[in-house]
């Protein structure tokens, strides 16, 4: 058996990997079509637009692995089959359960690739690439610090302490210099609400002037302010819960609770993130029923075309279970763990069918 499972890692490593780079060359594609259409725009040119789609793959890697593993699969056990290797096996006194379980130890590795992919490379990768086509088509300078996010507009620097889902500025200091570097004012708002066409309503401001050596306070308790800054801006360094690492999901998380704030969103991207890596490995089973029953009855292809549809039809079960739990207010772990769980189910119920046919 050790060498029948050196032989399917062997096989099936390899027609993963070969799906997976089929499947990101597609998403390249795709991409870097849809940028074509802002390539122009401030210092954003074709270069720009390249490597942007090149620090996006980490995440399509991450969102499709599931898929290729479960096409890599088919695939190999399909080229055993059409070779006679399968039946051999299967004569042999292999079980259903023992491949399984061989199926399920080279998923393990897939499931290491996709976690590391998940919490270190993808989130990493798509905020680079987020703040390079920020930078090159809005030529503005953002960067993060530990005191929040800061924007230079002309001869002023915005710092933004905290940035809510809904765009909603907390606890802005907008720093005003002259031409010679020199601080003319300093203003502090404790909220700012976008209202379109770049303009922002803070509300209680504190606006201090330095003049001759005075300085002088006003306050306010609404201003309309314009700047550069918008929420697309602000979006690229948002990242979505789904695209952040697990690290960043429990601090958020923690932050969220300490301000008695909803976390349900949160907690379910967190357990979602700790659980979709164990989906390879379910992908992984769920390709032997679906090629054992269709040893003769259907080609190479057709078992490809059937593992796309059902990774298609997890993802898209998970996204539906995870709206539904969110706007329903379900338990998190419940709306992360459904979707793998119902897979699990059908792929146990297969492989007892297999095995009593």
């Known amino acids: 058996m050790r060498i029948v499972r050196r032989y399917l890692r062997r096989e099936i490593v390899a027609a993963t990997v070969l799906t997976l780079l089929a499947l990101l060359g597609l998403f390249a594609f795709f991409d870097l079509l849809n940028e074509l259409k802002d390539v122009g ?7 720009s637009a390249f490597l942007y789609v090149l620090l996006n793959l980490p995440s399509h890697v991450y969102e499709v692995l599931p898929v290729a593993a479960l096409v890599g699969a088919l695939f190999a056990l399909a080229r055993l089959t059409a070779q006679s290797e399968y039946a051999v096996l299967r004569t042999s006194g292999v079980s259903m359960a023992r491949l399984a379980g061989t199926l399920a130890q080279i998923g393990l590795l897939f499931a290491a690739v996709t976690f590391v992919f998940g919490e270190f490379v993808a989130p990493a990768a798509q905020f680079a690439a987020q703040r390079l086509r920020m930078k090159a088509s809005a030529n503005v300078i953002v960067t993060q610090f530990r005191s ?7 001869d002023s620097f915005i710092n933004v302490e905290q940035v809510t889902p809904d765009y909603t500025l907390l606890n802005v200091r907008i720093y005003e210099f002259d031409g010679s570097q020199k601080m003319i004012s300093s203003s502090f708002a404790r909220m700012g609400v976008y209202r379109g066409d770049n303009q922002w309503l803070l509300k209680d401001v504190a606006h201090t002037r330095f003049s001759k050596g005075q300085a002088t306070v006003e306050r306010a308790t609404e201003i309309v302010w314009t700047s550069v800054l918008t929420p697309n ?7 979505p819960p789904e695209n952040l690492s697990v690290t960043d999901l429990v601090r958020y998380i923690d932050h969220l609770r300490s301000n008695r704030q909803q976390t349900t969103r949160y907690e379910s991207a967190l357990w979602s993130k700790l659980i979709y890596p164990l989906s390879v490995v ?9 090629a054992h029953f269709q040893i003769r009855v259907t ?6 075309f059937t593992g796309i549809l059902v990774g298609l039809a997890f993802f898209l079960l998970g996204r539906l279970v995870s709206a539904l739990g969110t706007l329903n207010n379900w338990t998190p772990f419940v709306s992360a763990v459904l979707p793998t769980l119902v897979f699990t189910v059908i792929a146990a119920g297969m492989i007892w069918r297999a095995e009593r046919r």
């Open 41 to 47: 725009r401030g210092q954003y040119r074709l270069g």
């Open 148 to 154: 929040g996010t800061w924007v230079k507009d002309g």
């Open 233 to 239: 801006l602000l979006s690229a360094l948002t990242l």
């Open 282 to 290: 379910l992908m992984m089973v769920l390709a032997l029923p679906f």
């Open 299 to 304: 080609s190479v292809g057709a078992k490809i």
